[in-house]
């Protein structure tokens, strides 16, 4: 097949590496200096949607994958069918339900997901006063995308009232804060369960485990994701069909009957709370860093298995994952999630992939002549497969110090609270 990727991360080098290895031609735009070496890279940005179009048409693209959740909230779903071109992915409808955090809860409510009880508000004045009535602890969400950062734990009632002030007030995030949700405190271990959906139907992949925080014991700023692992013993493989009829099928019954059938990846982030999983947000889209280890495992091929869930034919393709776990180490910029430097040499790449077991995607790299130098904050995400988590982690680590990029750094306790359950 001929197949499109939009996007520059990880998770799109990790796409497009399993792509290239199942046989296919790939193309992606605008891809980095990993997706340059699977295949064509394409100098459109994610969200120039009529020049996607165009050039899936133009070169008889038969799949397009969009990687992140910007172009499937602008509806490239919608715009590539009306060019009768495929895509994996919700259309613009469904896709609010990570664009709009109050859709999300709304259709949430409609479905009767567990999720912490909330409130929306537009007016500063009301969301004070129920500030004041609830007390801290609260988590304050900007409606809308706000790039990971419209997100705040409030633990005072003071961090609360700034909150909802920097966002409606100040338009801290634009437009993204028109609104704001205001949720309960969930305390607990966090999951992702990511399912390939069709219509009513959901194929759960295993679960995995996103490292957010940016340093060591989950401290400092929240990031797009310092590492990752699979599965996650908090949420075994033997629960998997029973958390996605819980939380994932009906999500799907809902859009189903709102006259939307959900198509592509639906993405469940999950507090495991004492009163059984919560529902944290969703995506409509692979994690990343959590696709790098789920990719590693999946020996079907990825695009079998979405031109299916297009075709309304999912039960035809029975998914294999490999029974190892996987666990992917990002290796970020100083300074990253706040300023950082670009532009350093990276060394090493070739001495650190040089068995299965191991993987390099690239993520904010590029190439530059013979030279691949970095060009974004999270710049690898090393990724080794083992017997079981412990080796998995050790493959990776063993990896990292072949890696030689001045100015970076990654955490050093990717996988411990899973080891800590195993
Ligand atoms: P979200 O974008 O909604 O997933 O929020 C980003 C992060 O904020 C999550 O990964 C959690 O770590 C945290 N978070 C969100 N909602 C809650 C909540 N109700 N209770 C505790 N932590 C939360
Ligand atoms: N790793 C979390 C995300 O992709 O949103």
């Known amino acids: ?204 992949l295993p679960s995995a485990q996103d490292h957010k925080a940016a340093f060591d014991g989950d401290t400092g700023p929240n990031t797009g994701g310092m590492g990752a692992y699979s599965p996650a013993p908090v949420l075994p493989d033997t629960d998997l069909e029973r958390i996605s009829d819980l939380v994932i099928r009906p999500i799907l019954h809902c859009m189903a009957k709102d006259g939307h059938p959900y198509t592509g990846i639906l993405y469940a982030g999950l507090m495991m709370t004492e009163d059984g999983p919560m529902v944290l947000e969703y995506n409509v889209r692979f994690g990343d860093p959590e696709c790098q280890p789920l990719l590693m495992r999946l020996e079907t091929d990825p695009a079998e298995i979405m031109m299916a869930c297009i075709e309304h034919n999912l039960d035809a393709i029975p998914l294999s994952i490999r029974q190892e776990s996987a666990l992917g180490v990002v290796i970020v910029a100083d300074g990253y999630p706040g300023k950082y430097p670009k532009g350093m040499e990276i060394h090493g790449l070739e001495e650190a992939d040089t068995t299965d077991n191991i993987t390099v995607f690239q993520a904010g790299t590029v190439r530059d002549g013979n030279l691949t130098k970095t060009n974004g904050g999270r710049i690898l995400c090393v990724t080794a497969l083992g017997k079981d988590l412990e080796e998995a982690q050790k493959r990776a680590y063993n990896t990292l110090p072949l890696i030689d990029i001045k100015q970076t750094r990654y955490r050093t306790d990717i996988g411990q609270k899973g080891l800590r359950r195993s």
């Open 1 to 204: 097949m001929r197949l499109l990727i939009i996007g520059s991360g990880g998770r799109e080098h990790a796409l497009a590496w399993r792509f290239h290895r199942a046989g296919h031609t790939v193309f992606c735009a605008p891809g980095n200096g990993g997706t340059a070496k699977e295949g064509v890279n394409i100098a459109i940005a994610d969200d120039d949607i009529p020049a996607l179009v165009q050039f899936a048409r133009d070169k008889s693209i038969d799949l397009v994958v969009p990687g992140p959740e910007l172009p499937l909230t602008l509806g490239i779903t919608d715009a590539m069918k009306e060019a009768g071109i495929r895509c994996f992915g919700p259309d613009r409808y469904c896709a609010q339900l990570e664009g709009s955090k109050s859709f999300a809860k709304d259709v949430m409510k409609r479905s009767g997901v567990p999720t912490a009880p909330f409130e929306v508000f537009s007016s500063l004045d009301q969301a004070e006063t129920f500030i004041r009535k609830q007390g801290a602890p609260l988590v304050i969400k900007a409606d809308g995308l706000a790039a990971g950062k419209g997100v705040i734990i409030a633990q005072s009632e003071k961090e609360a009232l700034d909150a909802v002030r920097m966002i409606l007030k100040e338009k801290a995030f634009g437009n993204a804060g028109s609104q704001v949700v205001i949720e309960r405190f969930l305390c607990g271990e966090e999951v992702s369960l990511l399912a390939f959906c069709s219509g009513e139907q959901a194929v759960p």
